[in-house]
């Protein structure tokens, strides 16, 4: 039906950025919320950001004014740029895209997942 494809984890210094992506294809017709979650080894899967189809943003504590969400729905892809990365940033991130695949009737996908590991 609907895959999602992650990318641009990787290991970074503290301080440094990343950007991470999350492409879908298939069968959409369109893309609502999208958002980003982490999970840190040892830890439960979290929240980071999420963005309405409106615009509406929603990001973690943790992460305000150092993350920003975005999203190009003509490419169907959501975005999450990480500037002043921290040690704690560490995790697997996951996006997670509620899609309408026809008029009225949507489903939740996620991707699977991105390493992030920043280094000390």
């Known amino acids: 039906q609907v895959q999602l494809v992650e990318s641009g984890g990787g290991l970074v210094q503290a301080g440094g950025s990343l950007r991470l992506s999350c492409a879908a294809s298939?069968?959409?017709?369109?893309?609502?919320?999208m958002g980003w979650y982490r999970q840190a080894p040892g830890k439960q899967r979290e929240l980071v950001a999420i963005?309405?189809?409106?615009?509406?943003?929603n990001y973690a504590d943790s992460v305000k004014g150092r993350f920003t969400i975005s999203r190009d729905n003509a490419k169907n892809t959501a975005y999450l740029q990480m500037n002043s990365l921290k040690p704690e940033d560490t995790g697997v991130y996951f996006c997670?895209?509620?899609?309408?695949?026809?008029?009225?009737?949507?489903?939740?996908?996620w991707g699977q997942g991105t390493q992030v590991t920043v280094s000390s």
């Open positions: 963005l309405t189809r409106g615009g509406g943003t």
């Open positions: 298939g069968n959409i017709f369109k893309i609502n919320a």
């Open positions: 997670n895209l509620d899609v309408e695949l026809t008029a009225g009737y949507d489903k939740i996908f």
